[in-house]
């Protein structure tokens, strides 16, 4: 299959570039997944897949990052190409399901969820001959496979769908139908006649699986059966007619190759369809990014100063720096708001080296680290933040007139109609905190939102509302600014730091 213009660079749309806009303004690092820069190999690698989608086998990759070196960026890429794209491709994003760790019965809930009424009408008008050879093929389900193949009304067809998904799976619903129920391990022939019906049908599916690491961080239990599942999948991968599969996972959260290789059955079937995304290494690919975000920001920057700033940013992530990509758009952004004369807040370890307590919080990271106070964030954070927002002058009731919710991790001040909102987790769910986050701004209050930058909360989420302020932050980092005011005395030193780390917000 042919697929046109793709990895040029995407037209944001109106509302995505004015939420990027904010973003820029705000000093908050926003998606980029109008373009992708460098990455040749992940590309090429990816684009050959995605052109035998409409082939005879099911292909997948495993893509690999550092944190911030862009393998969402790349996912939401596709996902605005294939949103635009004229043929018969839909595209399914899913961050991993950490409830649901079998990769069969995952893939049949996105079908389930997404393509229900393009598999109904996909089954209608069957050829015989494909019907046959699916019931030849997968015998175990082949009284189902007949029944709902010859079914007129779409109100049966779709319920025979969710009996087929797991949605409907009590014994009444296949007693009505005369046929026999379904297990679990049916439901991996189940998808694959379902994949197949599609396929015949010329309706071509990219499911992408992100965050894969939170499956791990939730259980090991999970995570092994994620894999050993994945494995079965990629086993029955020539039954399949076409498809793609794109699962992604942050190689820093988890040791990627210790844990694969704690199942070395998938490790083996899945290691030549790894791909990393990486570091964006040479000044070329440097000097690119800072075309292309000049250009969607719309600033006049010149030629020189352009192969400036990407000099400055190849000394700066030199070796034996940390290294992310998420960081060097930051740098850049920041290095844009200094030509447009905006406050610019300097970086954590600068301030604290500046200003000499840089071993002070070290060790006290450390300390806290240790104690295992950061496992229990949520615990500890509040009360040394009551106290440093009481020597700034707010005033706090915790019991009549509240203002100060712990559990719920709000802030109210008095006589204001500010609303300040902190996210502490880190393994806190993007969708539960946008909605909590539009729950408060229809209250019609000025929303202060703390994210950590794990969870890559942005303004485009909130269709660019003006009552709504976000500022990145690292939790462990500000609760250990908070204790060494609270403990060490370092009270006009840390308040300026913290005012400087919070970007003017606290």
Not at 55 to 80: A, M, P, Q, V
Not at 359 to 367: A, L, P, R, S, T
Not at 480 to 486: A, K, R, V
Request: hydrophobic share 35%.
């Amino acid at each position: 299959m042919i697929l046109p213009n793709l990895w040029e660079p995407l037209s944001p749309k109106k509302e995505g570039l004015e939420a990027l806009r904010k973003d820029y303004e705000r000093g908050v690092t926003p998606y980029l997944p109008y373009f992708i820069v460098g990455q040749d190999d992940v590309k090429n690698s990816i684009g050959k897949d995605l052109s035998e989608i409409d082939g005879s086998y099911f292909h997948r990759k495993l893509i690999y990052s550092d944190y911030g070196n862009g393998k969402t960026n790349l996912l939401k890429y596709l996902e605005l190409y294939f949103e635009n794209n004229d043929k018969d491709i839909y595209y399914i994003y899913q961050r991993a399901n950490v409830d649901l760790p079998d990769i069969f019965l995952n893939l049949l809930k996105l079908i389930e969820d997404n393509l229900i009424s393009i598999l109904s009408s996909s089954l209608k008008e069957l050829e015989e001959d494909f019907i046959n050879s699916q019931k030849e093929s997968y015998t175990n389900i082949s009284e189902y496979i007949q029944k709902i193949c010859n079914n007129p009304t779409n109100s049966v067809t779709k319920e025979l769908i969710l009996m087929g998904t797991g949605r409907f799976y009590t014994k009444n619903y296949f007693n009505k139908y005369e046929i026999p129920p379904l297990e679990d391990f049916d439901r991996r022939e189940v998808f694959i006649f379902f994949m197949n019906v599609l396929s015949v049908k010329e309706k071509h599916i990219i499911f992408a699986l992100d965050e894969l690491e939170k499956i791990y961080e939730k259980s090991k239990v999970r995570f092994r059966t994620f894999l050993t599942s994945y494995r079965e999948l990629i086993d029955k991968s020539g039954e399949i007619k076409g498809h793609y599969l794109l699962t992604a996972i942050v190689s820093s959260a988890v040791n990627i190759d210790a844990i694969l290789l704690e199942n070395p059955a998938f490790y083996s079937r899945i290691k030549k369809d790894m791909i990393e995304v990486g570091f964006l290494t040479t000044t070329s690919e440097k000097k690119e990014l800072v075309e292309k975000i000049s250009e969607l920001l719309e600033l006049q920057i010149t030629p020189e100063k352009i192969t400036s700033i990407s000099s400055m940013l190849k000394q700066t992530y030199g070796k034996g720096t940390l290294r992310s990509n998420r960081f060097l758009i930051a740098d850049i952004f920041n290095v844009l708001n200094k030509e447009r004369n905006e406050p610019v807040y300097k970086l954590l370890d600068d301030i604290l080296e500046k200003n000499e307590l840089d071993e002070e919080f070290e060790d006290m990271y450390i300390d806290l680290e240790e104690e295992g106070t950061f496992k229990k964030i949520e615990n500890r954070f509040f009360d040394p933040l009551q106290h440093y927002l009481e020597y700034k002058g707010y005033e706090i009731n915790t019991k009549r007139e509240n203002n100060f919710f712990k559990k719920t991790n709000l802030f109210y001040p008095y006589k204001s109609n500010n609303a300040y909102y902190f996210i502490v987790n880190d393994n806190s769910k993007l969708e539960d905190e946008i909605s909590k986050i539009n729950s408060l701004l229809e209250d019609e209050k000025l929303v202060i939102a703390f994210t950590p930058e794990s969870i890559d909360i942005a303004y485009e989420h909130f269709n660019d509302n003006e009552n709504l302020t976000i500022v990145n932050y690292d939790p462990k980092k500000l609760l250990t600014l908070l204790i060494m005011f609270d403990e060490l005395g370092f009270h006009e030193q840390i308040v300026d730091i913290i005012y400087n780390y919070t970007k003017g917000e606290l």
